[in-house]
């Protein structure tokens, strides 16, 4: 039988991936209205699972075009009330004129939401380029000043560390992230992204470029990988080689591709640790077990507040 002792350090001293090294860390979680009952009750399970972590935040999602628009706030107004944890409404810019966006964020803020990730949304379906609509917010940065005419609410904005597609470049995409926290935003969530060192790099040239707010990163637990591919496709993250290599030959093995998909979240978010991250945003995809176990991993756990790492607390 193998040697079961203990060591606190892997050959090489690196921490072995169960060392929980974290003191202070903290999660936000995201998740999607449902379309149906079923889904619901997914959706619900997940949030009562993923609640007694005491995420910063729980962000719900505002279906392309705002197509979700009731749906999203009762699903933020139901989250507040049923977990008692601040909730976020996602609200973007397509397809609604100014004032019938401004009648969505006073709703909110009379029903007690205070926090919204304010962004410009994507073009509807059918349409593949993004035009404003006539007498709406053209951008993500003119909705956050929008909004903190309606209210002292708190904003978070996206920000990308692969440069948004549309963007004409890096330096541009920068620009645009400053003019969001120049019009009163608080913390910048990013698209995801696998490689550490892609967000590890994008964090230091926003601070070289005077940008001091928090920019969390938005970590995605890959299951479906073949969907995950289009997504990123879309949105323009890259997927590294070794992560196709990882999921090669496992499309029909949900189990395996679950393992390896915690597996990579965990390592993917002990390098940002290492590097001082302690704020993680899980796009949970209405699912919570490995968003769970990630955070298990990171000290982030139900009950007893973050970990410190030495197993005593
Ligand atoms: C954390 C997160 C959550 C998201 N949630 C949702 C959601 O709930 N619903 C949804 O539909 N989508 C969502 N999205 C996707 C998002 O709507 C798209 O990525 C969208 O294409 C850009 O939104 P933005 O807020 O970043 O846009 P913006 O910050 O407005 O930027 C969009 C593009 O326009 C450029 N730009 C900005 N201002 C100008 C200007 N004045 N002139 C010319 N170009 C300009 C920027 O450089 C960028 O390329 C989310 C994305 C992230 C990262």
Redesign the pocket.
């Known amino acids: 039988m193998a040697d079961m002792r203990t060591h606190d350090a892997a050959p090489g001293g690196a921490l072995p991936v169960a060392a929980a090294p974290a003191r202070g860390a903290t999660a936000s979680f995201e998740f999607f209205p449902p379309k149906d009952e079923a889904a619901g009750k997914a959706l619900w399970a997940c949030v009562e699972r993923l609640a007694p972590l005491a995420p910063a935040f729980m962000s719900v999602?505002?279906g392309?075009g705002g197509s979700t628009r009731e749906r999203t706030h009762a699903v933020v107004a139901r989250i507040q009330k049923d977990t008692g944890i601040a909730a976020a409404a996602?609200l973007?810019c397509?397809g609604a004129g100014r004032g019938e966006i401004d009648d969505v964020a006073r709703r909110y803020w009379d029903a007690g939401i205070r926090h919204i990730?304010a962004?410009?949304?994507?073009p509807p379906e059918g349409e593949d380029r993004y035009t404003p609509h006539p007498g709406g917010y053209?951008?993500?940065?003119d909705l956050v000043q929008g909004l903190m005419r309606i209210g002292d609410f708190e904003v978070s904005?996206?920000a990308y560390p692969e440069v948004?597609p549309?963007?004409d470049s890096a330096a541009?995409?920068l620009d645009?992230l400053k003019r969001?926290f120049d019009a009163g935003a608080k913390r910048a969530?990013?698209?995801f992204f696998f490689a550490a060192e892609t967000y590890l790099r994008f964090r230091d040239t926003a601070a070289a470029a005077g940008i001091g707010a928090p920019i969390v990163p938005?970590i995605l637990p890959v299951t479906n990988f073949k969907q995950v591919l289009r997504f990123a496709g879309m949105?323009g993250a890259s997927v590294p080689g070794w992560m196709v290599e990882l999921f090669d030959g496992l499309d029909d093995d949900l189990e395996t591709r679950k393992l390896i998909a915690a597996t990579v979240a965990a390592e993917q978010c002990r390098a940002l640790l290492v590097e001082g991250v302690t704020e993680f945003h899980f796009y949970t995809l209405n699912r919570a077990d490995l968003v769970y176990a990630i955070c298990h991993i990171l000290g982030i756990r139900a009950g007893h507040g973050p970990t410190d790492g030495t197993g005593k607390n």
């Not at 962004?119 to 994507?122: A, Q, S, Y």
């Not at 053209?138 to 940065?141: G, P, T, V």
Request: glycine share 6%.
């Open positions: 999602t505002y392309a996602h973007t397509v990730v962004l410009r949304g994507d053209a951008y993500a940065a904005v996206a948004h549309e963007a541009a995409d645009n969001k969530i990013t698209q938005g949105c």
